[in-house]
Each structure stands twice: as C-alpha cells, then as structure tokens.
C-alpha cells in the first residue's frame, strides 16, 4: 500500500453502502494514514418524502447496520448523522480535523449542487473533498462520439463504451487492505445508530415482503441469478411469472453491491446470450447516468425539447385508476398492484404500464414518474426519468412516437397463461385463458357462471384501445410538425 500522503481523511457513504471493492474507502485508505466513515440521513431528502412509512428508509438503515459492523469488524466503525448533508459534512470534517473527504460521484442535478456546496464549505476550512467514479463503470468524457459529444442514442454508446473497456475499468477496488488505518472516532463523536422513530419514521412490511438489506442480501440474491438464471437472463427475462430477473436491482441502488462484480461476472461469461444481455443491462445504467448528468433538464422537461409541446389530457379520475390498478386491463392492473404490494415491479410491466399511461390514458409522462418515485423501492432518478421518457417517446434513444404497446397483445405474449395476472388480479382467477387478457368479451352469461362481472366485480376497460391508438397518433402529430419544420429550418 502507498504510503499516506495526509494524516486523515473521511469517508461519506452515500449510495455506495459496502466495504468491499469501493473505489472512494479504497483511495481514502491509500492516502491517509487515519480513516473515518459517516453516513449522513439528508434531512433535505427525507423531509421531501411523502410517507412516514418509507421501505426506502428502513432499508437504508439494515444496510446501515451491516455496514457498521463490517467497519467494526476491522478497527473502525460508522458515525451516523440526521441533518442536512451541506452542514453536517463540514461540521463533522472540522471536528474530526481531517484533510480530506472521500466520496462517490454522483450525478442527479440536486446532488451535484449538495456536493459544489460543502466542496466550498470544506475549502474554508482548508479541506477538500475528493469525488470518485464508483456507481458506474464510466461517467464524464469518458465515452463520447468521435465529435467530442456524449452520446444520445444507446447503440452507438454501447458500442463505444464496449470499445472502451479495459480490465483496469472493472478491476475490483482493494478497498480490504487498511493496514489499521480505519478508525472510530472520538468518543464526544461517537453514538449509537438511530431507529425509524428517531429519524421520525415507522416500520414497514420490508421484512414480511422478504427484502434483506445489505451486502449478504445483495450477494445472496447475486449468487442465486450468477449461478443458473444469468446464462437464461435473455430468454426469461419478459416473463413476470417466471423467475427470470436478478431482483437487484435495489441493491445497486443503495450500492451494496458493486458494478464492477456484476460487469466482471458477466465478461467472464461473454458469448453467452443471457450474460451478453444482463451486460447490457448494465450498460443501459450507465447510460442513464450520464444522460441525466450531461442533460440536466430532463429531470423536469422533455429531452426533446419540442415533446414539450405535447398537450396531455387532464384525468384526475385516469390517474387514480391506473396508480390503484382499476383500468380494466388486467396485465397493466396485476403489474401496478405489484408495485403496491411490494415497491417493485418488473421491468417488461414498467415499460407496459408506462406506454398505458402516456399513450392509452394520454397523460403526462411526468405523472407517471413522479408516483414512481414515491412506490419503487429502488427508485433511480436517472433510469426512472430515462425510462418514462423512453416510454413517452420523449426521451433518448425513445420508443417511437408511433409505435404503441398494445396492453392485450402485451399481456397474450409475456403472460400467456395468465399466471402473473391470477396472482395479483384474484377476482379474474376463474376467467379462462382464452377470455383473460380481455374479459370484457367474455359473454354475459358466461361471467355470471363465473361469478365475475365485469364493471361490478372488475373494472370495464376504462379506454378503448384502438380509439385510444387513434387519439395518440393525434396528439403527437405536433410533434411531428415540429420535427419537420426544424429539419426544414
């Protein structure tokens, strides 16, 4: 290990809670000969949060305490704070006396703008803080067109970023080797982690829903789709009745695992069209990231401009029938009640339901995404905007406009047997496969043996789809004019 070139440094965990192969513990532990960790509970982030009852929150806090013990276990341990992160981190660096603070890049607009303020409050103090690249294999200039642009469209950018790779990009961060450096801090600083009530917070079913926090849940999971489902991942992955996925996805978000591993696993399983897939996967992440860094105003506004001039229809009504899963249309139905029941949803129904909104019930994307972000467990402000954009044929490397999910032929094709719909849709159980994706043409009488009317004890579809299609095409022909015009400009 190098020898320290400054006599202490701190650590701020952010979205990044593990000890193994982390880039920023792993240079603060290289260049300083003492190392303090802190995590901080941004009362700027949990004040804005519309629930008491937050999953989010509860998770954080497993990890939380995984985390300590992990840090415990070697020598140092976790300072915990509540408060506002552009504070607390200056405050903290100051009492500790530390030269430097280490943390993970990040790239939502409202956290570059967190991480410019205490870079300038820690410059007052003679401190600097040092932000490394570790939720993404690559971010900044390091994969543009050869025009010295970043990239718009996800094939070219894929294509780059794989033309890119080195193995020195992917290597695993000895974040392990610490040599004693890890420290706890003073005992005037130290305490112990809060609770849920302390941070003003209740218990959640995370626990009944069968979701473990941390770096075990996470390599669980993990060692669970490497060893059999990854080389299937390309085959299995639309069906939401199959277990298909890797189900980490809340786990890359809160950054107990890392990915890199995930990138190393899939490379050395290259060829294979299911690890050749979850690659890409990974490559999508990266891309949403850089996106949302590079093009801050798609957080609020289309991220092309002139899909602004889209005038969506204003349906309170609508909204609370899709949010509740009530649209009559049970595949789009069975995914939102999924989402309700456990702030997950599968991808494959995140890009159906998505279009449902936008082109069936013609209401704004942002809509969407905004409810979203208050029901996914691992909810991402870039690939949440990139994929409600991608659904809105707004966004980069967008469905097009004319192109429109068909929530039947969707539910047919990925749901055939309909044994994700009985799950979460019980009132349609005894409904016959041929009759399931559609009930409402099941006969009168028919439903009555059944004993399930459709209007009474299932929602009538609350749209036409083929009126809706024609409605849609409608409404973006201004886009089309628009286009049109700028091209003839």
């Known amino acids: 290990m190098p020898s320290a070139t400054h006599p202490s440094a701190l650590v701020w965990f952010r979205r990044d809670l593990r000890t193994t192969d982390h880039i920023p513990l792993a240079a603060a532990l290289a260049n300083a000969a003492t190392v303090y960790c802190v995590f901080v509970f941004d009362s700027d982030i949990l004040d804005r949060l519309p629930s008491r009852q937050d999953r989010r929150v509860e998770f954080i806090l ?45 790239y939502e607009p409202a956290a570059k703008q967190r991480d410019a303020e205490v870079a300038a409050s820690l410059a007052t103090q003679g401190q600097q803080l040092h932000l490394l690249r570790d939720q993404v294999i690559f971010d900044g200039d390091a994969v543009l067109t050869q025009a010295g642009r970043p990239y718009t469209v996800f094939t070219p950018y894929k294509n780059a970023w794989l033309k890119r790779l080195t193995v020195a990009d992917y290597a695993c961060a000895d974040s392990a080797s610490d040599n004693g450096r890890l420290r706890p801090p003073p005992p005037a600083l130290a305490g ?47 069906f939401p009745a199959l277990k ?4 980490l996805s809340v786990h890359l978000r809160f950054g107990t695992i890392s990915p890199r591993e995930l990138v190393r696993a899939a490379l050395a399983q290259a060829g294979n069209a299911g690890a050749d897939t979850w690659l890409s996967e990974l490559i999508w992440r990266d891309f949403y990231f850089m996106i949302l860094d590079r093009f801050p105003h798609a957080e609020h506004r289309a991220f092309k401009p002139e899909y602004d001039a889209i005038h969506w229809d204003d349906w309170p009504e609508g909204l609370t029938a899709w949010q509740q899963g009530r649209t009559g249309y049970p595949l789009v139905d069975a995914a939102m009640r999924q989402l309700l029941h456990s702030g997950w949803m599968h991808n494959r129904l995140r890009m159906v339901v998505a279009s449902f909104l936008c082109k069936d019930l013609g209401l704004d994307w942002r809509h969407g995404e905004a409810w979203f972000a208050r029901q996914l467990n691992d909810f991402d402000l870039a690939a949440n905007n990139g994929g409600w954009q991608w659904a809105a044929s707004s966004g980069c490397d967008a469905q097009p406009w004319f192109r429109i999910f068909n929530p039947v032929t969707q539910s047919e094709k990925f749901d055939p047997e309909g044994r994700f719909i009985r799950r979460y849709v019980p009132e349609l159980a005894k409904v016959p496969d041929k009759y399931l994706h559609a009930p409402w043409k099941l006969a009168r009488r028919d439903q009555e043996a059944l004993g399930v009317i459709i209007g009474r004890d299932y929602p009538a579809p609350i749209v036409d789809h083929a009126a809706a299609r024609e409605k849609t095409l409608a409404r973006y022909a201004v886009v089309k004019k628009a286009e049109a015009d700028a091209s003839e400009a």
């Open 244 to 247: 298909g996925v890797s189900y």
């Open 62 to 106: 497993g990890c939380l305490h995984e985390l300590a013990a992990a840090l415990q276990a070697r020598g140092g341990d976790l300072i915990v704070r509540h408060g506002r992160a552009t504070e607390e981190i200056p405050a903290l660096a100051r009492q500790l006396g530390v030269s430097s603070v280490y943390a993970g890049r990040d």
């Open 192 to 238: 112990p982690l809060p609770d849920l009530a302390g941070l003003g917070f209740a218990t959640t079913d995370l626990a009944p829903l069968g979701i473990t926090p941390g770096m075990s849940g996470a390599q669980t999971l993990w060692a669970d789709f490497r060893a059999g489902r990854m080389a299937r991942y390309a085959q299995l992955r639309d």
